[in-house]
C-alpha cells in the first residue's frame, strides 16, 4: 500500500533523475516492509550462521576428497579451490537473498494472476519482480563466504595485488548479474510452461557445477560451462582473477557477457509480457 | 493392501500431474553424482585412482544415480507441512496410520523416477560403453535384495527426521544437516575406500553407507556375493530394526506431545 | 449419551518470547512458559440424534473441544467418553465411527476430481463397493455434485470444494459428524445449501452432529440445542428456543445516509449503537425491523442499508452480563 501510495504522487512517465529517484522511492518502500517482516524472526540470524558454516565445511572437506588422490585440479592448488568455494557461497548467498524470492515468485505471479496487479503499477515490471523483498538473513551466506575467500588467500600464501582485486570486483559483479540474467531467462520462459512450477532448479543443477573451476571438468562440458551455460564466469573467472589463474584481462570480458546475457533476458522478458498481455493472462 | 493400492494410485495421480516437474527433480538429483563423475575422470586421467579408472567411476556414478532414485525420500518436507498447516489433523483422526499413506505415495514415486532414471542409464549405455555393467543376473539379484532394506533405513530415517517438526520448527534444517553428512559417508562424493579410513571406518557402523553405497557396491560388482556381502547384508538388518524402533518411539511421544499443545 | 464430556479441562503452555534479540536468544537457552486456559470444566452429554451447536468467539475453545472429542488432543484433566471409546486411546475402530470437517483445512487430494478422494477414503474405511456406489450416489444427488466430481479440485468454487469436503467425510456412514466452521468464508448461498444439507442428512440417517460455528446464522438454523462456550467456560446448553428469549432479539441496521442527518432524527427508530454524520448504527426488535427498514427508506435519506445479527462476542457478553439490550421484554 505504501508503494503506491509513493508512486502515484509522480507523473506517469519521468526520464532521466527523476526516474531514478523514484526508483530509489519505490526500493526503500518495498524493503522497510520486508525489513520488518524479517525483523520477526531474529532467531534465523542464528540458524544461517551455523547453517552456512556446516555447509563451507561440507564444501572445503568435498574439495579435500578429491584432493587425497591429486595435487591440483584443473591446474588449482587446493587452497584456490578453496577461495572458489567462497566465491560459489556468495554469488549462492545472493540467489538466496534476492534471486529466489523475487524472481523465483514469477511462476506464482502468473498461476495467482498478482502479474496483473504489477503489471498495472507505473513502475516497470522487471524492476518490480527483481527487487521486491530480500531475505536478509542470507547475507550471513555472502559474509561468510567471501570471509572464506580472504581465509584461503592468507592459508595459500600468496596476497592479491590491487590490480587482481579490481579485477575480482568486476568479475564478481558480472557474475552476479550472470546469475541474474540465467535466473531471469529461466522465469520468463515460465510464462509459457506454468506448468512446470519447479523451473529454478535447474538453476540449482546447473550451479553444482560452479563449485570446481572449469578448467577441472572433461573438454566437452568445459565448453559447455564457458559458452551454453555460462556458469564459468560465475565463479572460475572472479576466484580466478583473484588468485591470479585468469588475467585481469578476464574480468572485462565478463562484463562484456554479463552486458550481453543481461540484454538478451531483458529481451526474452519483454517478448514473455507481450505473450502474457496478448493471452489475457 | 487394498488401501495400499488406493493410496498408490491416488500418489501415482499427482505425480502425473506434475510430469515436467519429475524430471526436473531428476535433473536436480543426477547435478551432484554427474560433478563428482567428471572431477574424478579427468583426476584419474589415463590409469587409475585407488583402483578405480575412469570407467569405474562411471559405472559407480550411474549405479549411484539409480540406487538414489530407488532409495529416495522426501518425507520430511511433507510431515513438516501437513503439521505445519494443520493437514496433519485430519491424517491423526482417519483410522489409518499417516505412515502408510507416505510410504504409498513413496513407492509411486520411485517407480517413476527409478525407471526414467534405468531408461537413461540403458540409453546411455549404447553410446557410452564406459557405463555398461556386465550381464550378470545373479549379481543383480543380490544387488536388489541389498536395494529393498536400503530403501527401508533412508525412508525410516527421514520419517523420523520428519516427526521432530512435532518438536522443532526446524526439522528440515535437520534433514539438510542429513544430506551433507551423507555426501562423505553414504559415497556420494567419492567411493568410501577413496576417503580416509577414518571416515570410512566410522562410516561403516553408521547407516548412511547401507542406504546407498553398499548397494551401489553390489549393484557395480565391487561386493560379490561371499562374508563381505553378508556382513553388508547384517549391518542394513541391525540398521532398519533401529530406526523402526526410534520410529515407534518417536511417532508414540510425538503424537503425545502434539496432544498436548495442540497444532 | 453418545458424547459425554465430564469437567473436560485443556492447558496449553505457551513458549513466552520477549522481544529483542536478547529475548530470542533467552528463549532458546531457557524458556518460560504461560499456562493458557483453552477449555475449562465443561460438562455435557449429547444423545443420539441430536444437531448441537457450539457457539462462541474465535478462541473460544471449540475447536479445542471438538480436536478433543476426536481424539487428536488429549484433556488436561477430566474425560470423554465418544460413542463407547475413550478418543485417546480409541485407536482405528473409534475413528471409523466419526468424521472430521475442518472448515479451513482440507482432505481433499488439490491436483485430482474430488471422486478420487472419495475412493482413497472408501479404501482407508474399508467400505465395499455396493454400500461405496450407493453412498456416493446419495450425496452426489443431495449435494448436486454431478457437474464437479471430475473436475480437479483446484478449479472448484469454496462452496463447491466444501460440498465435497462433507461428501468425503461422509463416504463411510460415520455415526458422528464433527464439522468446525463449516461454512468459514463461504458465499450465503453456498452457506445455506451446507446447512439445509447437515440437517436433511441428520434425518435420513440420525447421525449426531457436533458443529462449531462463529456464525449466529448456522447455528440457529441447525441446532436442536446449543452450548456456548467463552473464555473455555461453558456459559449456556439448553435449548436454541430459551436462548432466543435471552439473547436480545435485536437486528442491527446498518445506515449511510445521502446528506448528514441528525442525532434526534435517528433516536426516535431504535436504539443508536453508533453514529457519524453520514453514518449510523441502530439496533431494533427483531419482529419490528421489516416495519422500520421501510419507515427509514421513506423518512430519511437512506443511501444504503443493511440488517444483521449483532456479533456474537456482544451478545454473550450481554446476555451474560446480565444486560438484556434494547426492546427486550
Known amino acids: ?281 | 493392501m487394498r488401501r495400499y493400492l488406493a493410496l498408490m494410485r491416488v500418489g501415482w495421480l499427482v505425480d502425473l500431474q506434475y510430469r515436467a516437474a519429475i524430471v526436473i527433480w531428476l535433473v536436480l538429483g543426477a547435478a551432484q553424482p554427474l560433478v563428482s563423475l567428471a572431477i574424478w575422470w579427468v583426476v584419474a586421467g589415463g590409469g587409475e585412482v585407488g583402483g578405480f579408472g575412469r570407467a569405474d567411476f562411471a559405472r559407480y556414478f550411474f549405479a549411484l544415480m539409480l540406487v538414489d532414485q530407488l532409495t529416495l525420500a522426501w518425507d520430511v518436507w511433507y510431515i513438516d507441512r501437513w503439521i505445519r498447516e494443520g493437514e496433519m489433523n485430519f491424517r491423526l483422526a482417519r483410522p489409518l496410520d499417516p505412515i502408510h499413506e507416505a510410504i504409498a505415495d513413496n513407492l509411486a514415486y520411485k517407480a517413476k523416477s527409478a525407471a526414467l532414471t534405468a531408461g537413461v542409464w540403458a540409453v546411455t549405455a549404447v553410446f557410452w560403453p564406459a557405463v555398461r555393467l556386465p550381464f550378470e543376473p545373479a549379481q543383480w539379484l543380490l544387488a536388489g535384495m541389498a536395494v529393498v532394506p536400503a530403501m527401508a533405513i533412508r525412508f525410516l530415517s527421514t520419517y523420523v527426521n520428519g516427526l521432530l517438526a512435532f518438536w522443532t520448527t526446524r526439522a528440515t534444517a535437520i534433514a539438510e544437516l542429513q544430506y551433507g553428512l551423507s555426501l562423505f559417508l553414504s559415497g556420494r562424493i567419492a567411493p568410501l575406500s577413496l576417503l580416509p579410513p577414518v571416515v570410512t571406518a566410522a562410516a561403516g557402523v553408521l547407516w548412511f553407507p547401507y542406504m546407498l553405497a553398499f548397494p551401489v557396491e553390489v549393484l557395480t560388482g565391487q561386493v560379490t556375493a561371499g562374508p563381505e556381502y553378508l556382513r553388508g547384508l547384517g549391518w542394513q538388518l541391525l540398521w532398519v530394526g533401529i530406526w523402526l524402533g526410534l520410529y515407534r518411539v518417536v511417532w508414540v511421544r510425538g503424537r503425545r506431545h502434539y496432544g498436548a499443545v495442540g497444532g | 449419551m453418545i458424547i459425554r464430556a465430564e469437567s473436560l479441562t485443556k492447558h496449553y503452555r505457551v513458549k513466552v518470547r520477549d522481544p529483542g534479540l536478547r529475548g530470542a536468544l533467552r528463549s532458546v537457552f531457557r524458556p518460560r512458559y504461560r499456562e493458557v486456559v483453552a477449555v475449562e470444566s465443561v460438562t455435557f452429554g449429547i444423545r443420539e440424534g441430536e444437531i448441537v451447536g457450539f457457539l462462541g468467539p474465535n478462541g473460544a475453545g471449540k475447536t479445542t473441544m471438538i480436536k478433543m472429542l476426536a481424539g487428536l488432543l488429549y484433556p488436561t484433566r477430566g474425560r470423554a467418553v465418544v460413542a463407547g471409546y475413550d478418543p485417546w486411546t480409541g485407536g482405528a475402530a473409534f475413528r471409523s465411527r466419526f468424521a472430521l470437517v475442518l472448515g479451513n483445512k482440507q482432505q481433499l487430494v488439490w491436483d485430482l476430481p474430488p471422486e478420487e478422494t472419495f475412493l482413497l477414503n472408501r479404501a482407508i474405511y474399508a467400505v465395499s463397493w455396493p454400500d461405496y456406489r450407493r453412498r456416493v450416489d446419495e450425496l452426489v444427488g443431495l449435494l448436486r455434485l454431478e457437474d464437479v466430481l471430475g473436475k480437479p479440485v483446484r478449479q472448484l468454487s469454496q462452496g463447491e470444494r466444501m460440498k465435497c469436503e462433507l461428501a468425503a467425510a461422509l463416504i463411510h456412514h460415520p455415526r458422528i459428524l464433527f464439522l468446525d466452521e463449516p461454512t468459514l468464508g463461504l458465499d450465503i448461498t453456498a452457506q445455506e445449501t451446507i446447512r439445509a444439507f447437515v440437517r436433511d442428512y441428520r434425518d435420513r440417517t440420525g447421525a449426531t452432529v457436533l458443529l462449531t460455528s462463529h456464525y449466529m446464522a448456522d447455528v440457529t438454523a441447525l441446532a436442536d440445542r446449543v452450548l456456548i462456550i467463552n473464555h473455555g467456560r461453558l456459559l449456556y446448553d439448553g435449548a436454541l428456543g430459551a436462548l432466543a428469549e435471552r439473547i436480545a432479539p435485536v437486528k442491527r441496521v446498518e445506515l449511510t445516509f445521502s446528506r448528514e442527518v441528525a442525532g434526534a432524527e435517528v433516536e426516535r427508530f431504535g436504539v443508536v449503537r453508533s453514529r457519524e454524520p453520514r453514518r449510523a448504527t441502530l439496533e431494533v426488535p427483531r419482529d419490528g425491523v421489516a416495519q422500520v427498514s421501510g419507515r427509514l427508506l421513506s423518512e430519511l435519506p437512506v443511501a444504503d442499508l443493511t440488517i444483521s445479527d449483532p456479533p456474537i462476542e456482544e451478545v454473550i457478553g450481554r446476555v451474560f452480563a446480565g444486560e438484556t439490550g434494547a426492546g427486550a421484554p
Open chain 1, 1 to 281: 500500500m505504501r508503494v503506491e501510495a509513493t508512486t502515484s504522487r509522480q507523473p506517469p512517465s519521468p526520464r532521466g533523475v527523476s526516474r531514478l529517484r523514484r526508483l530509489a522511492a519505490v526500493l526503500r518502500a518495498f524493503w522497510a516492509v520486508n525489513l520488518a517482516e524479517e525483523l520477526q524472526y531474529r532467531a534465523n540470524l542464528l540458524a544461517s550462521v551455523v547453517g552456512t558454516g556446516f555447509w563451507l565445511g561440507t564444501a572445503v572437506l568435498t574439495a579435500a576428497v578429491f584432493f587425497r588422490q591429486t595435487p591440483a585440479l584443473g591446474g588449482w592448488s587446493f587452497w584456490q579451490v578453496v577461495a572458489l568455494l567462497g566465491v560459489f557461497n556468495a554469488v549462492a548467498g545472493v540467489v538466496e537473498a534476492v534471486l529466489r524470492p523475487n524472481v523465483g515468485r514469477i511462476v506464482e505471479h502468473v498461476r495467482r494472476g498478482t502479474m496483473d496487479l504489477i503489471l498495472s503499477k507505473p513502475v516497470d515490471a522487471q524492476f518490480q519482480v527483481t527487487f521486491r523483498r530480500i531475505v536478509i538473513w542470507r547475507g550471513v551466506d555472502i559474509v561468510l563466504g567471501l570471509g572464506l575467500t580472504a581465509a584461503a588467500l592468507v592459508i595459500g600464501g600468496r596476497w592479491p595485488g590491487i590490480v587482481e582485486v579490481v579485477a575480482f570486483v568486476v568479475a564478481l559483479a558480472a557474475a552476479v548479474a550472470i546469475a541474474y540474467a540465467i535466473w531471469l531467462g529461466l522465469m520468463s520462459l515460465a510464462f509459457w510452461f506454468v506448468a512446470v512450477e519447479n523451473l529454478s532448479i535447474l538453476f540449482d543443477a546447473l550451479y553444482e557445477s560452479a563449485r570446481f573451476p572449469v578448467t577441472a571438468y572433461p573438454g566437452a562440458i568445459r565448453f559447455v560451462l564457458t559458452y551454453l551455460v555460462p556458469m564459468a564466469w560465475i565463479t572460475t573467472v572472479p576466484a580466478g582473477a583473484l588468485t591470479g589463474r585468469v588475467g585481469p584481462g578476464f574480468a572485462l570480458v565478463s562484463a562484456l557477457v554479463a552486458a550481453a546475457a543481461l540484454a538478451l533476458t531483458r529481451l526474452l522478458w519483454r517478448v514473455a509480457l507481450r505473450r502474457y498481455t496478448s493471452a489475457g493472462g
